[in-house]
């Protein structure tokens, strides 16, 4: 498989992961209104809902970071950074996913070795539900996994790029969103769903 189709199969899941990560919070959401008005009116616990909120923070949060990459969404203190030559907010641009790459990798690394870890003791959570850990762990380390290998490909192709001095492409792909970039998305998003307004009108 080229890296090209690799990083659009990632892409896809980390859009889907992310999707059910938001299913997966708002089940939580409700698990814990339930919890809540079960030890209120009727004494009653299902017990085990907190260590459940845990995982699904955990797993949730380890594939959003993939997906917070492909949208450039994470958080970028650029009130210095536009205000330099291109060539330099290039520059930095590139540092700044070698070290993303660096940390996520060193993430992954850490994550495999917790996991590794918990198959070769057989480790349990000592609550209620005695949940078996290799199960969110894994699930942890795919997302992890996920994020990695995305940013190791865009790191890849960020320097490709500076170093064939391609240094707007490198600043439009890599640098932190501006206004323009949100509304032109926002733009996008209202005009591919104009024809499913259509469809659904038509079919009424």
Do not use: C
């Not at 498989?1 to 939580?28: D, F, P």
């Amino acid at each position: 498989m080229s890296s090209k189709k690799l990083y659009w199969s990632l892409r896809k899941v980390a859009h889907g992961a992310a999707i059910a990560a938001g299913y997966a919070a708002l089940g939580l959401s409700l698990l814990i209104v339930f919890e809540v008005i079960s030890r209120k009116l009727f004494s009653f616990s299902l017990q085990g809902v907190d260590e459940i909120g845990g995982y699904v923070l955990a797993i949730g949060v380890a594939f959003s970071f993939a997906y917070a990459l492909v949208h450039r969404a994470h958080t970028r203190v650029d009130m210095l950074l536009v205000k330099l030559p291109a060539s330099l907010q290039a520059l930095l641009n590139v540092l700044a996913m070698l070290l993303l790459a660096a940390f996520s990798v060193f993430m992954l690394w850490r994550a495999i070795e917790t996991l590794r870890e918990t198959l070769e003791f057989d480790s349990h959570a000592s609550t209620p539900l005695q949940t078996p850990l290799w199960i969110p762990q894994g699930l942890w380390v795919i997302g992890l996994g996920v994020f990695s290998v995305l940013t190791v490909l865009l790191m890849a192709r960020a320097v490709m790029l500076f170093l064939r001095g391609r240094n707007t492409e490198v600043n439009n792909e890599f640098g932190p969103r501006s206004a323009d970039d949100e509304l032109e998305e926002a733009r996008q998003d209202y005009s591919a769903d104009i024809p499913k307004k259509q469809q659904r009108s038509n079919a009424q």
